[in-house]
Every structure is written in structure tokens, then in C-alpha cells.
């Protein structure tokens, strides 16, 4: 028995042996076909590679061969801005002319001489009556009105520093001549404060309007504590006073204008980029900017001002000369030190035969430098986030002026040389712990979309800026629309909001409704606003909140663009980025050349496709942009099938294979398509020759509406 258990283990050992050895043979001969396998598919995917690398270089190569000619033909349709500038000047001119032909009286308010003659004369007018100081005020706002359009809308070239600045003194001008009418016309009313006596409390009370300003006063002549607060009924706007003004010979007056001549000026006079026409001289001294590492330029900036940056060729051949800080998103944010700021424009060329757009950038130096200085003060609002919405409350205490007295026929008043005299309060002499506080109660505007409670701030005259402390107890009633606080002095008071609640927009479409004709929707954070395009004018068509309706009173009607935004923005509406935008909103940053090359050439089309957003545009990187697009020529909306996508980097566009609800994003070409140069010729390898027509035929003015429009919105990078 042992024997045989012996011999057993011996068998099973070598049984052992050879089935390890199978298994060893197995598994090598499985490494050797999973190794072939291996092999063929690497040698199937370097061949797919190859297959394709070899298509790409055929397309890439096709794309060369037609490169000259496509951006000969794109230069032809370019010129379509250019007809577009020279209509605006010729414009600009001719409404010169016909308003010195008119002779109605009044300045042209672009002539130094005939401006101050203006000024001269309604200062010397004695006439203080309210209704006639009202009136002549409309008149001034329309001279400020007229001088901040033309600071917007020049071109550049045709405006020079000292108009710039003839124009800004101006305004300034004109805007502390028409605060001092104010002045003079409440002091007129307070003397007699007679013609408007409460009949239930003995003291004065007026409200007088008009849709530029509202005025609102209050005497105490009866001195009774009871009669210590009051609310203007006209307007909801009240105050509480404290005990001892109550019983002294004051006024309150609640003068609110619905516009804003306190905040810096040039709050109101930041411009989209412009488009100028440079000759070949002015083009070598523009073209020496170039893209550079951020550091690099700013140091270089700081040494050597004048150094021409070396020049970087584009893939085409032809020089870029795109002078931009990469780390900033601004299409005109520039930020170099020195003298350099002013003279610096970026430049983006424009096919071969040497005609140039160029976005000029306004920035000063004082605001570069300001620019540079971080906000340390916590209580200093920073006007590049928040913007006074609604206009301005000049909230005051005044000494009452010596009463008027008739005796018999005579209406007899003693005379001051003061003026309108504000009453010390608090009083120089009081402890903080007697200064008790005034309460203030504001109605808001109708006319204002206050998306999230405003930020109320006083202006502090000393530091020329907006501040939010010796402010409290602050009260935001959302079903009355008003706001109720404390403030320990009487101060003019704002309500702020923030520029950027409404970006980066969710959505945006732009298509074609007729000839020439077109509808921008940019479907915001809280509102969709939709912009009708036509001719050389756009229209607010609506701004919905919630799918209702609001701000009727500037839907509607036919303006320039640069109007809309102003209109807009004073409506609390704020869809157009400014200089700064970046450092407030989370950005999808991409290069400028490729975001207004897709400007130009949407709006080159946009007669005859439509254009929207695309969720792919986040994910395709920063030196290209996504969009999808359609052939459109009818006037209903785009169904969701007929979209295809489409990318460009300024210099090369394509159609994508994928479509907007895809898994993962891919550049693969949509099969059969090909390389462009342009987005123009892009389109015209699957449009109809409707189409094209219609964009060959297009006008040149609405083509340059439509860039307004996109370059004002940013819709590429801001959505």
C-alpha cells in the first residue's frame, strides 16, 4: 500500500508538470495573438491616421490654393463697412448743415462760441419761475444728450483730442449751470411758500413734474413737532424729522432727477470699440503691436515705450498685428503704462489690398492708473461693478429765505445775495449722541427694472465718489416698490446695481425676419431681451420678466444703436459688457481675433442665416468659436433639425460632424465638408443661391447695425 500511494504522488506530480506546461504554452500563444491583434490594430489606426492626416493635408492644401481669391471676395463684401462709415460721416455732416440752416434758436452744441453764448444768457435771465426753468432744462439735456452721442459714435479719425475734451467741459458746464437753475428756482418757490399752503397742516407742500425731474417741497412754517414728518402723495417720497428741525425754519427738498449728472462723466461716455479706415502710412506705425506673453509686454511697455513689439505672421502669410494683454478679455482692454496707452489701438487686419479695421480704445491715462489702484475702502462703491440706476435724489435741508409780503398792490420781499442756503445739520456743536438720524422713504422709479434690492449710496463730494456708510436701518418694501432709511445728514443718494446681474447671458439667437431686416434675442440671467434690426436703426421690440412684458415706455421705438444702449442701460437692463467686465463675470474667453472676425462675418450674412448659441462654444478652447447656424429666408423661427454647427478661429472655419446634442464634443468635419478661409464661403458650400443673393444685396447699413449690435453684446464670450 505504501508502494502504491508513493507511486500515485509520482504520477500526479508529473501530471502537474504538464498541465503548468500547457497552461504556460496557452498563455504565451494568447500574449502572441493578443501582441498581433495589437499590432494590427495599431497598424490600422496609423493607417485610419494617415488616411486621414492625408485627407486633412488635401483639404488643408484645397484651402490654401483658394485662400487668395476667398479673401479677395470677402474683402469685396467688407467693403460694405466701409460704405457704412462713410454714410455716417456724410450723415454727421449733412445734420451740421441742416442745423445751421434751420436758424431755430438754438446752439449747435458742438461750437464753443455759440455753447457759451447759451450759458451766458440763461445765467443773466432772471426769470426763476419753475415751469420756464423746466422747460429751458429739457433743452440742456437734449445739448448734453447730442455732445455724449458724439462722443460715443465718432470715429476716431474724425474727432480730435481737443474736441474730446471741448466736448466733455461742456457737458460739465451745462450740467452745473441747470443744478444751479434748480437751485435758484426752489429758492423762487420758497419765498412763496403762500401760493401752495396745506390747508390741514399750515405748512408749505408742492410736487411739480416733468419726465426729466421731480421736485419736491416742504416748508415749516407752522414749527410744530407733530408736523415733523410728511409724504408727498404725488410721488410716495417722505421723510421723518428729527425734533429739532421740526421746530426750526427749514425746507426739505427731494429733488430727484431721472437722470445721473453726479457720477463721474466718463461712466457715461464708455464706447464699444470703432471701426476706422487706416492708410498705408498710419497702418506702419499702428501695425507695430503684437501678441505677447502678458509679462513680457508690460514690462517691455515700461522700458522701452516706443519700441516697435516684433510682429507675429499669421498662417496665411500676412502680418497680424493684434496688440491685446492675452490675460485680459476686453476686446479694447489695454492696459500698458506710459504714454503708450493712448496711442495704442489694437488692430485687426482685413484681407490683402491693405484696408484695416482697427478698434481704437478710449482709456485714459488717469484711468489706467485708476485702473491699477485696487479699492481699498470697503464703504467706496466701485463704479466699474455697480451703476446708478433710476437717476439721482439731491435730498436737503434748507434755511427758509425771507417770506414774500404783500401790502396793498405790492408784493414786497427782502433780498439776500446768498442764494439757496442749506441749513447745518447736524449742527456743528452736537455730540454724536444728539444727532438723531433723518428717515427717508423712496418710491421707485417705474421706469427702472431693480432686479435684486439696489445698493443705496451717498455721494461724497470731497472724494468725488459714491459711499454706502452714514447709511442705516435700510428697508426694502418689494410689493409698495420703496425703500425706507436713516441717514445722520442730508446727502444726494442713489441706488445702485449691479452692472453684470444679467451676464453671462444663457441664450442668444440672431436671425433674419425680411430684407435687411433681422431680430437679436439675448436671453439673459433675469430678462430676454429681443432687438429688432432695420435699415440703420434697431428697435427694443420687448424685455420680458418672467414672460411678462416690462419697460413699455422705451419698447418701441426706432433708435440708433448707441442709443439703445444707453436706453437700456438706464432702464437697469445691462446687456452690453464694458472695459471691465471680466474681472466681474465668468467669462468664456477666447482670442480676439477669431470672437470679431465672427462678428464681421455674421453680420455680413445675416440677411440670409440665422445664428445662435451653442453649449460647444465653452469646450472648443480659447482660440475658436462655436456657433450654430441656419439658411433662413423666411420670416418665422428656426425649427431645432435645421441648425448645423459650425466653428472659426478668425482664419479657418469649418462644419462640425457633431450636433448640439451630442455626448462629448469632437472637431470632426461634417462628411463631404471642407476647409474655409472664411465663414462667408463656409456658408456658400451648402446654401442656395437665394441665399447668396441676398447677401451680395444686403445693405451696408444694416450689416453694420447687426456688428454693432453683436460687438456692444459680446454674445461670443459673454454667454
Not at 2 to 25: D, F, H, P, T, Y
Not at 82 to 101: F, G, I, P, S
Not at 150 to 167: A, F, G, R, S
Not at 294 to 300: I, L, N, W
Request: charged content about 30%; overall charge negative; aromatic content about 8%.
Amino acid at each position: 500500500a505504501n508502494i502504491k500511494s508513493g507511486g500515485k504522488k509520482k504520477v500526479s506530480k508529473a501530471e502537474r508538470l504538464r498541465l503548468q506546461k500547457e497552461e504556460e504554452e496557452r498563455r504565451l500563444k494568447e500574449e502572441e495573438e493578443a501582441r498581433l491583434q495589437a499590432q494590427q490594430e495599431e497598424a490600422a489606426r496609423l493607417e485610419k491616421e494617415r488616411i486621414e492626416q492625408e485627407q486633412m493635408e488635401k483639404l488643408e492644401a484645397k484651402d490654401q490654393e483658394r485662400r487668395e481669391s476667398e479673401l479677395a471676395e470677402l474683402h469685396s463684401l467688407e467693403q460694405k463697412f466701409l460704405a457704412a462709415q462713410q454714410w455716417k460721416t456724410d450723415y454727421r455732416a449733412h445734420a451740421k448743415w441742416e442745423h445751421y440752416l434751420s436758424c431755430d434758436g438754438s446752439p449747435d452744441p458742438t461750437v464753443l462760441q455759440e455753447i457759451n453764448t447759451f450759458m451766458s444768457l440763461w445765467r443773466e435771465d432772471q426769470n426763476e419761475d419753475i415751469q420756464l426753468v423746466m422747460e429751458k432744462g429739457e433743452q440742456v439735456l437734449n445739448l448734453i444728450q447730442k455732445l455724449q452721442f458724439l462722443l460715443l459714435d465718432t470715429p476716431p479719425n474724425e474727432i480730435t483730442e481737443k474736441e474730446t475734451v471741448q466736448y466733455q467741459e461742456s457737458i460739465l458746464e451745462l450740467q452745473k449751470l441747470l443744478h444751479q437753475k434748480y437751485n435758484g428756482a426752489t429758492e423762487h418757490m420758497l419765498k412763496v411758500t403762500n401760493m401752495y399752503e396745506d390747508s390741514d397742516t399750515g405748512n408749505m407742500q408742492a410736487v411739480i413734474k416733468d419726465k426729466n425731474v421731480t421736485f419736491c417741497i416742504w416748508a415749516n412754517l407752522k414749527k410744530k413737532v407733530r408736523f415733523k414728518n410728511h409724504m408727498f402723495c404725488d410721488t410716495q417720497h417722505g421723510f421723518d424729522l428729527p425734533k429739532s428741525l421740526a421746530v426750526s425754519s427749514v425746507a426739505v427738498r427731494i429733488l430727484h432727477t431721472h437722470y445721473d449728472h453726479v457720477s463721474p462723466l466718463r461712466l457715461h461716455c464708455q464706447s464699444v470699440p470703432k471701426l476706422e479706415v487706416l492708410d498705408s502710412k498710419e497702418l506702419t506705425q499702428h501695425s507695430k503691436g503684437s501678441v505677447e506673453e502678458p509679462e513680457e509686454e508690460e514690462k517691455k511697455a515700461r522700458e522701452e515705450p516706443n519700441m516697435p513689439a516684433e510682429e507675429e505672421t499669421c498662417s496665411d502669410g500676412r502680418k497680424s498685428a493684434i496688440s491685446v494683454k492675452e490675460n485680459s478679455n476686453s476686446i479694447a482692454d489695454i492696459n500698458e503704462t506710459g504714454e503708450e496707452t493712448e496711442k495704442k489701438s489694437e488692430i485687426l487686419d482685413i484681407p490683402s489690398q491693405g484696408i484695416w479695421l482697427v478698434f481704437m480704445c478710449s482709456i485714459t491715462k488717469e484711468e489706467t492708473n485708476e485702473k491699477e489702484e485696487a479699492i481699498n475702502d470697503e464703504n467706496i462703491v466701485d463704479l466699474q461693478q455697480f451703476v446708478p440706476v433710476g437717476g439721482v435724489y439731491h435730498i436737503d435741508v434748507l434755511q427758509l429765505p425771507p417770506q414774500v409780503k404783500q401790502i396793498k398792490d405790492w408784493s414786497m420781499v427782502e433780498v439776500l445775495d446768498v442764494g439757496l442756503e442749506a441749513y447745518p445739520y447736524p449742527p456743528e456743536e452736537a455730540e454724536d449722541a444728539t444727532r438723531p438720524p433723518v428717515r427717508i422713504t423712496l418710491r421707485l422709479s417705474d421706469n427702472v427694472m431693480y432686479f435684486e434690492d439696489p445698493v443705496i449710496a451717498r455721494w461724497d463730494p470731497a472724494g468725488q465718489q459714491w459711499r454706502t456708510d452714514g447709511i442705516s436701518n435700510i428697508t426694502y418694501e418689494t410689493q409698495e416698490e420703496s425703500i425706507t432709511f436713516e441717514m445722520g445728514a442730508f446727502y444726494t443718494i442713489a441706488l445702485l446695481q449691479d452692472a453684470h446681474l444679467n451676464m453671462p447671458y444663457q441664450a442668444w439667437e440672431l436671425r433674419p425676419t425680411g430684407m435687411d431686416e433681422a431680430l437679436l434675442t439675448v436671453t439673459a440671467v433675469f430678462a430676454t431681451i429681443q432687438i429688432q434690426i432695420k435699415g440703420n436703426q434697431c428697435m427694443l421690440s420687448s424685455v420680458a420678466v418672467e414672460e411678462k412684458d416690462v419697460l413699455s415706455h422705451i419698447t418701441g421705438k426706432w433708435i440708433s444703436p448707441v442709443d439703445l444702449r444707453a436706453v437700456l442701460k438706464k432702464a437697469g437692463v445691462n446687456i452690453f459688457p464694458g472695459e471691465y467686465s471680466h474681472k466681474y463675470v465668468s467669462v468664456n474667453k477666447k482670442a480676439p481675433l477669431a470672437e470679431v472676425r465672427a462678428y464681421q462675418q455674421m453680420a455680413l450674412v445675416a440677411s440670409a442665416f440665422a445664428f445662435a448659441w451653442s453649449k460647444w462654444n465653452l469646450e472648443a478652447g480659447q482660440e475658436q468659436v462655436v456657433f450654430k447656424v441656419s439658411e433662413h429666408l423666411k420670416a418665422d423661427s428656426v425649427r431645432g433639425k435645421d441648425w448645423s454647427l459650425y466653428m472659426f478661429n478668425g482664419q479657418k472655419a469649418q462644419k462640425l460632424k457633431i450636433t448640439e446634442t451630442s455626448e462629448a464634443f469632437s472637431e470632426e468635419l461634417e462628411e463631404g465638408s471642407e476647409f474655409h478661409s472664411t465663414l462667408y464661403h463656409m456658408l456658400k458650400d451648402f446654401a442656395s443661391k437665394e441665399a447668396i443673393d441676398k447677401v451680395e444685396t444686403a445693405s451696408f447699413l444694416f450689416i453694420d447695425v447687426v456688428y454693432q449690435l453683436l460687438l456692444a453684446t459680446r454674445v461670443l464670450t459673454y454667454s
